[in-house]
């Protein structure tokens, strides 16, 4: 894209081009809020253009998406409960992004660390609520940890793509938890909808004082925190990204590029384990098929609308919370099906590959110095 | 009594009819992928496309009355799917494999979003042809009523296979995949010969799903595919790219995927959840021992980003 001088944006850029060191330093930042910004603002406009084919009012649309997502604080209190998996899904598919792997199994090692974590419950009824809490967290990053790690390994030394075989070890996930629910591990009085047993009122993680959000948003929130660090920060977390950026001159220099592998992989599962504990030691109160809600899908579109940076995950993971939370809103006030989220997830994630393409072609942002 | 007098002979014999039945949308999707990845590039959308073709056509089909023109519009829809993918793709720096993932859950989501009211109503199905009038063993005869979809499936591989390796639109989409290099200097776009091979990938997924819901299972529900349309671009992967070895797999995966209803028929009920997973275990299995890290796999498009 050629820079005009009549084009309006760069009339915009004039005023911080006055200091050229601005625009340098913090150029790079602002097209990382932009850009995802404008591709945004370009799905939820399409999105209202594809519900006014239905006769729908786009007005209306976005006014009850507001609404039902941050209009009250019982929608605010829905947002950060469904934003709690969210974040720790999205962080399955950031972290090893690190690495320049595309993971896309969080789906299943959350059902795999909520199968483990209930396992763990229902082993030991004896314990103090405390005990039975951590033996469940623990639970859920082995879990969910070993079940990407596989999906690692098979990668480092297999040469099996990761992307694949991540997906296929979400229904092979689904498919074990369906097996032990119906059987070893179903509890006879599940009728209707085969669960397993209850791991009792008393082991529930609860809410945060004075409100409905459970704290499993503190857990999304620590852990998010914790990979920033982690890979910014730290020793690991660099050798972790120059490894991702030329895996050639990570081995130069003497890295050890499989054992980074597996280990970003096991903490990526680890977090989405956590998110499956949490919605079982939260929400659910036991496994069944009801944890397959698709927040591991969910977590994909995050982890690339915040370009797998682990804090830009919060702000991304609240914002598609809010979508997910007004989809009922959006069913009772204007008629549309529950699967209108689904689609307009789709579109945003569809904007936001293609706005990839904009990167460092936004001519104010050049700063001309 | 037919059943006493067969035993367990049920079981391969349902194996063996469930193989020709679920392999088709196997065949559709993996033979479409292959002529996409040839060109260089991976569609891991095909999911959403398997879906969405399935939607299409269980709609059209309800409204018109005739199935073929159910089949038609899912191609339609699957060739505007790939479209779609191949339009972003040719937007520099963007990545093909994230592009599938949005696709898979755009395609999925829409389907979801426009089958809504398809749920209830009954479309007109695909005929079948049967094969089976000489036995009087209603198994048997149940095995070899055989879809047309499959027949024209059957013959489209050794025709892919030819084309491949003898037309000119074979060798230009073999030259756009191993060097796009090439390509250029002979004068060809590589995006506009990739364009097309992901909308005819895309055009075959979406038959594939009309099969799905238009002949077996033969209804629309949101829990129609799982997971078929990514079973079937990792067998392209172990099929070498090769559509003969495409319909081999897709056979072998069909018979995986048949075992776990035709065990449940003879009273073998325990792990049928870990035999309905039997297709993703065993594609997993197979890329385990085919793959190597030390070098790309043989037959591999050169220009491929899953394989460099």
Redo the contacts between chains.
């Keep these: 894209m050629t820079t005009g001088s009549a084009d309006p944006v760069e009339a915009v850029g004039v005023a911080p081009a006055a200091d050229p060191g601005f625009l340098q330093r913090y150029g790079a930042t602002i097209e990382y809020i932009l850009i995802p910004g404008a591709a945004l603002v370009g799905a939820l406009a399409t999105f209202g253009l594809f519900v006014a084919l239905f006769g729908k009012n786009p007005l209306d649309l976005y006014f009850y998406m507001y609404q039902g997502a941050f209009g009250t604080w019982f929608s605010w209190q829905n947002t950060l409960t469904r934003a709690a998996p969210l974040i720790l899904t999205a962080l399955c598919t950031a972290l090893p992004a690190q690495l320049g792997m595309?993971i896309?199994g969080g789906e299943g090692a959350l059902l795999i660390g909520a199968l483990s974590a209930t396992s763990v419950a229902l082993a030991m009824p004896w314990a103090s609520p405390l005990v039975v809490q951590t033996a469940m967290v623990c639970a859920g990053v082995i879990g969910g940890g070993l079940w990407i790690t596989l999906a690692g390994a098979?990668?480092?030394?297999?040469?099996?793509?990761e992307?694949?075989?991540s997906?296929?070890?979400?229904?092979?996930g689904?498919?074990?938890l369906?097996?032990l629910v119906?059987?070893a591990m179903r509890d006879p009085a599940s009728l209707n909808k085969p669960s397993t047993r209850e791991i009792g009122a008393a082991n529930m993680i609860g809410s945060i004082p004075g409100t409905d959000v459970h704290w499993g948003l503190a857990f999304g929130l620590v852990a998010a925190f914790a990979s920033y660090i982690l890979i910014y920060h730290t020793v690991f977390g660099f050798s972790a990204r120059v490894a991702g950026g030329n895996i050639r001159a990570a081995k130069i220099v003497g890295l050890g590029v499989n054992k980074l592998i597996l280990m970003i992989c096991f903490l990526a599962g680890g977090a989405a384990g956590i998110a499956g504990m949490v919605e079982v030691a939260a929400v659910q109160g036991r496994t069944n098929a009801n944890l397959a809600a698709g927040y591991g899908?969910t977590g994909?579109?995050v982890a690339?609308l915040a370009r797998h940076n682990p804090l830009a995950i919060i702000p991304v993971a609240i914002l598609l919370g809010g979508i997910s939370a007004s989809g009922g809103l959006l069913q009772r006030r204007l008629g549309l099906?529950d699967?209108?989220?689904?689609?307009?997830?789709?579109?945003i994630?569809?904007f936001?590959?293609?706005s990839?393409?904009l990167?460092g072609r936004i001519g104010f942002l050049k700063g001309k110095s | 009594m037919s059943d006493g007098s067969l035993g367990l002979w049920t079981v391969p014999l349902a194996v063996f009819g469930g193989a020709i039945r679920v392999s088709t949308p196997f065949l559709f999707v993996s033979l479409g992928e292959c002529i996409t990845e040839r060109s260089g590039r991976i569609n891991?959308g095909l999911e959403?496309t398997l879906v969405m073709g399935a939607m299409s056509a269980y709609g059209i089909s309800y409204l018109s009355g005739s199935p073929w023109l159910g089949v038609l519009a899912a191609g339609i829809a699957g060739a505007m799917l790939g479209a779609?993918h191949a339009g972003?793709c040719s937007?520099?720096?963007?990545?093909d494999?994230?592009?599938g993932?949005?696709?898979m859950?755009?395609?999925?989501?829409?389907a979801?979003?426009l089958g809504?009211p398809l749920i209830e109503p009954t479309a007109a199905r695909l005929p079948a042809i049967d094969f089976g009038w000489w036995s009087d063993v209603p198994q048997v005869r149940a095995a070899l009523r055989i879809n047309v979809l499959f027949l024209i499936g059957l013959a489209l591989a050794p025709i892919l296979y030819w084309a491949f390796k003898t037309t000119r639109w074979g060798l230009l989409i073999r030259t756009a995949g191993e060097s796009s290099d090439a390509a250029r200097a002979m004068g060809y776009s590589v995006l506009a010969i990739r364009l097309r091979a992901t909308m005819v990938g895309g055009f075959l997924s979406g038959i594939g799903g009309s099969f799905l819901s238009l002949f077996y299972p033969g209804s629309w529900n949101e829990g129609l595919s799982?997971?078929q349309g990514?079973?079937a671009?990792?067998l392209v992967?172990f099929a070498r790219w090769d559509p003969m070895l495409c319909l081999w797999a897709s056979l072998a995966f069909g018979g995986a995927a048949a075992l776990g209803p035709a065990l449940q028929s003879v009273g073998v009920t325990?792990?049928?959840?870990?035999f309905?997973?039997a297709p993703?275990?065993l594609?997993?299995a197979i890329?385990?021992i085919t793959?190597?890290?030390?070098r790309t796999l043989t037959g591999a498009p050169a220009e491929l980003s899953?394989t460099r």
């Design positions: 595309v896309i098979l990668r480092q030394y297999r040469g099996v793509n992307t694949i075989s997906l296929l070890l979400v229904y092979i689904l498919a074990v369906n097996h119906e059987g899908f994909i579109l690339f099906p699967a209108s989220v689904l689609v307009l997830q789709g579109i994630f569809v936001v590959l293609a990839d393409a990167y | 891991l959403g779609l972003i937007l520099p720096r963007v990545n494999i994230a592009v993932i949005a696709l859950l755009f395609g999925t989501g829409l979801f979003y809504k799982s997971g990514i079973t671009v990792a992967i325990s792990g049928y959840h870990l309905n997973a993703y275990i594609t997993l890329m385990i793959c190597s890290p030390k899953i």
